[in-house]
């Protein structure tokens, strides 16, 4: 089955504890991004990825880091997480890079991250 | 500054009208435009892309228009049913001078009443 998977689901942490929350795509997609959620502010790009070593900001990518070493995978890193970065984070992958071939965006279930 | 609204925060219809929900955005010359349905809890998921040089495009009860000179775009839903009370977002691609980036409206919640 085509999907896009992400772990944890939910996360409750602390101030300062570096976390990973990882991202997989089984579909050989090119183009993979990372989007937070909160309420009246909508999906916010964080950062996105063209292709494996290939990587470049978002709207709102203060606090975070990405890799992509891999084609599958595009791990979002918060190396010291503040209370401000509680949110709901979406991952996405779609098949080709923009214009021409960036159509349909696949997204994860989303992680829902507390930072108390 | 670049914005990109969705009209309203809520829409309620009976059943059977047509929804429209709009999207408009200033400062940008989107390559395409985009929209999902979300659902609460879960991820958006994707309905329909229409293009900078197409006015119109459907998918069963669903039509897109997109008018480059008003910078807006109009969602149909017709036949409307309770099971497509949703969540309703618009996202563009600002279009080459921009990258890749993609830019989502904040989404429009619509509820079919019976």
């Known amino acids: 089955e085509a999907q896009v998977t992400q772990n944890p689901r939910y996360l409750i942490t602390v101030t300062g504890k570096k976390l990973t929350v990882t991202c997989s795509q089984n579909?050989?997609?090119?183009?993979m991004s990372w989007y937070r959620q909160d309420p009246g502010l909508g999906l916010r790009q964080i950062y996105y990825?063209?292709?494996?070593?290939?990587?470049d900001k978002g709207d709102v990518p203060e606090g975070y880091k990405v890799s992509r070493k891999e084609k599958r995978n595009f791990p979002l890193i918060l190396e010291s997480p503040s209370p401000n970065q509680t949110s709901l984070y979406f991952c996405?992958?779609?098949?080709?890079?923009?214009?021409?071939?960036?159509?349909?965006?696949?997204f994860g279930p989303g992680t829902r991250l507390l930072v108390l | 500054s670049q914005k990109i609204e969705q009209n309203s925060e809520a829409l309620n219809i009976q059943e059977g009208k047509t929804a429209t929900l709009t999207c408009n955005y200033t400062n940008y010359s989107p390559a395409y435009l985009q929209w999902y349905r979300q659902d609460p809890g879960r991820g958006p998921v994707f309905l329909l892309l229409?293009?900078?040089?197409?006015k119109e495009k459907r998918k069963e009860r669903l039509k897109v228009t997109f008018d480059t000179t008003l910078k807006q775009s109009l969602f149909h839903i017709t036949a409307s049913q309770p099971a497509d009370s949703a969540t309703y977002l618009c996202a563009l691609f600002p279009g080459y001078s921009s990258a890749s980036k993609i830019i989502f409206g904040s989404g429009t919640r619509l509820s079919i009443r019976p």
């Open positions: 990825s063209m292709n494996v070593e290939v990587t």
């Open positions: 229409i293009r900078e040089n197409e």
């Open positions: 996405a992958s779609s098949f080709g890079s923009p214009p021409e071939r960036q159509e349909t965006q696949y």
């Open positions: 579909m050989n997609h090119e183009y």
